[in-house]
Nanobody, 128 residues
Framework: VQLQASGGGLVQAGGSLRLSCAAS????????IGWFRQAPGKDREFVAA????????KYADSVKGRSTISRDNAKNTVYLHVDGLKPDDTAVYYC??????????????????????WGQGTQVTVSS
């Protein structure tokens, strides 16, 4: 599985951004796609996740209510749309793929070690 993240950029606080994660190389119905982010000097943290075909999704508290994760199966692409961007959202955003199991959805979706495949990251910078 190859993942390609894109859509980052420089945005003013309060603005919106849509990140894309294009997947290729294998059928994806067994995989969930997660978004993580890593700010300078901080650990990589979970942002959101979606199942590839089942319509399940999870969000970190930091983005809940102002972000939407969605997918276009025909394009093998997962999107993360974030509104109301804040300077604290500044980070490199990564997408990753993990097997979509019951354990995963019970809470393990937050664990980076569960993800087998990672994209290269896309920089999001929010100016105040």
């Amino acid at each position: 599985v190859q993942l390609q993240a894109s859509g980052g950029g420089l945005v003013q606080a309060g603005g919106s951004l849509r990140l894309s994660c294009a997947a290729s190389g294998r059928t994806f119905s067994r995989y969930a796609i997660g978004w993580f982010r890593q700010a300078p000097g901080k650990d990589r943290e979970f942002v959101a996740a979606t199942s590839w075909g089942g319509g399940r999704s999870k969000y970190a508290d930091s983005v809940k209510g102002r972000s939407t994760i969605s997918r276009d199966n025909a394009k093998n692409t997962v999107y993360l749309h974030v509104d109301g961007l804040k300077p604290d959202d500044t980070a490199v955003y990564y997408c990753a793929a993990a097997l979509s199991t019951s354990d995963y959805w019970s809470g393990y979706y937050r664990q980076r070690s569960l993800y087998d495949f990672w994209g290269q990251g896309t920089q999001v910078t929010v100016s105040s």
